[in-house]
């Protein structure tokens, strides 16, 4: 999955419909290389699991929005509204 999620044209989703007790592990995976991640359900075997794949999701969020702010033209764009 790690080498799957690393491919360069691969930039949009990844869909997760690996057997069940493979999808934390694969989701969190695709999230902490900064993709969006579509998981079939159930989305985890155990509360716990869906819980650390929610902090990898927000982690993501975080991750994207301050890579967008380094770029030149969305600062630009910004500082005009």
Same mark, same amino acid.
């Not at 491919?7 to 902490?32: C, I, K, S």
């Not at 579509?38 to 902090?55: D, I």
């Given at each position: 999955?790690?080498?799957?999620?690393?491919?360069?044209?691969?930039?949009?989703?990844?869909?997760?419909?690996?057997?069940?007790?493979?999808?934390?592990?694969? +989701?969190?995976? %695709?999230?902490?290389?900064?993709?969006?991640?579509?998981?079939?359900?159930?989305? +985890?075997?155990?509360?716990?699991?869906?819980?650390?794949?929610?902090? %990898?999701?927000?982690? %993501?969020?975080?991750?994207?929005?301050?890579?967008?702010?380094?770029?030149?033209?969305?600062?630009?764009? %910004?500082?005009?509204?």
């Amino acid at each position: 999955m790690g080498d799957l999620c690393r491919q360069p044209g691969l930039d949009v989703v990844v869909y997760v419909p690996t057997p069940r007790q493979f999808h934390a592990e694969h +989701a969190q995976l %695709a999230m902490n290389l900064g993709k969006h991640v579509l998981v079939e359900k159930p989305m +985890a075997l155990s509360l716990e699991e869906c819980r650390t794949m929610v902090v %990898a999701a927000r982690l %993501a969020i975080l991750r994207s929005a301050r890579e967008r702010r380094e770029i030149p033209l969305t600062n630009q764009i %910004a500082l005009r509204t």
